[in-house]
């Protein structure tokens, strides 16, 4: 069975477009709906004309990089598969998904989130009696802007160095530039789980002078009503603390992690290791109630250079901010000397 391939005309124009991506762009020029019951249901409008062109990217058998400039309109392609792999870096093994109550979608770099701080007053669980006044939740705007931070790897390679090289092992490299993009995002979000979003919101600080107990972290634990803290991000040094405590040496947690990979606590937090937490810092949080991430478009690249095989210096770029959303759903344990 044959596909009308040939009706879609690929140009450089059409990563260019406000507001939209190449793929939602060559969605609607070639449609999915088109191949329902064919082979090839199930494929994107991008990975049709891949097939269209014969390019292999995975496997032992991908094809070398030099396939997508067989043609002008193939090398209109390769753009996005450098934007794919990327991307796949950035969401494979990234903890922002477990931190990130909500993700807002924004086109612009300067966002203001919203805020409902209730008072002390307001928070009380008060019987409505029969004709009274129903207590109120005020939302309103924050008063300062979340700004949106530009993040991003320059792409250095001439052409000829790697035209023959798989795209299965160039997209290895291409997803850990998006690993590390990642990691600088997440950097953001822990700096504004402690210090606020620039709305005067920075977390409660809670300073421990002892060594690090279990009996401490219930303290800890016990700070968060009404929310639950529900997960633990720490660093290295941390987490070596904290897996030394007996209350952490149960068997059955060891077993959970063996068969999930997630090490939860005895309190029942999920407890997430990283390199860009300070030393000596333990954050707590409500991940339902804690943040909010507000994305910039889709990671984009310098598509022109891309598609002119111009690789030597080519910017590949995501831009992220983040809100606090309930300031009291997130708290920092510092650690003492002898903690």
């Known amino acids: 069975m ?5 009706n879609v005309r690929l140009e450089k124009g059409m990563y260019g477009r406000s507001g939209t991506g190449f793929t939602k762009t060559l969605e609607e020029l070639d449609p999915s709906e088109r191949y329902r019951g064919t082979p090839v249901e199930g494929l994107d409008a991008f990975q049709r004309q891949l097939k269209r062109f014969g390019i292999r990217v995975k496997g032992a058998d991908s094809d070398p990089v030099e396939k997508f400039f067989h043609t002008t309109e193939s090398s209109v392609l390769f753009p996005e598969f450098v934007s794919r792999a ?8 990234g903890i922002l998904p477990d931190i990130t109550a909500t993700v807002t979608k924004f086109d612009g770099m300067d966002y203001r989130s919203i805020a409902s701080v209730p008072t002390e007053e307001e928070k009380k669980l008060v019987q409505v009696e029969e004709g009274a006044a129903i207590p109120q939740t005020s939302v309103r705007t924050q008063e300062n802007l979340v700004k949106l931070r530009k993040r991003g790897r320059m792409l250095v390679a001439s052409y000829e160095a790697i035209r023959f090289q798989r795209l299965d092992l160039f997209s ?5 530039i998006g690993a590390y993009i990642g990691k600088m995002h997440l950097q953001d979000a822990i700096q504004v789980l402690m210090e606020g ?3 005067g919101n920075p977390a409660e600080t809670v300073n421990l ?3 690090l107990t279990y009996d401490a972290l219930l303290e800890f634990w016990n700070k968060f009503d009404p929310y639950t803290m529900n997960t633990l991000l720490v660093g290295g040094d941390t987490m070596l603390k904290l897996l030394r405590l007996k209350e952490f040496q149960n068997p059955l947690t060891g077993l959970n992690f063996q068969g999930t990979g997630t090490l939860s606590t005895p309190l029942g937090a999920k407890l997430l290791r990283t390199g860009a937490m300070p030393g000596g810092t333990l954050i707590g949080l409500d991940r339902h109630y804690a943040l909010e991430q507000v994305v910039g478009g889709e990671v984009t690249v310098e598509y022109d250079k891309l598609i002119d095989r111009q690789l030597e210096r080519a910017a590949i770029t995501s831009i992220s901010g983040f809100a606090k959303l309930f300031t009291d759903a997130s708290k920092v344990l510092k650690l003492g000397a002898g903690g």
């Open 197 to 199: 979003d620039g709305n």
């Open 172 to 176: 290895v490299t291409l997803r850990q």
């Open 209 to 211: 002078s002892g060594e």
């Open 86 to 93: 990327v991307r796949q870096g950035l969401e494979e093994g």
């Open 2 to 6: 044959s596909y009308q391939f040939e």
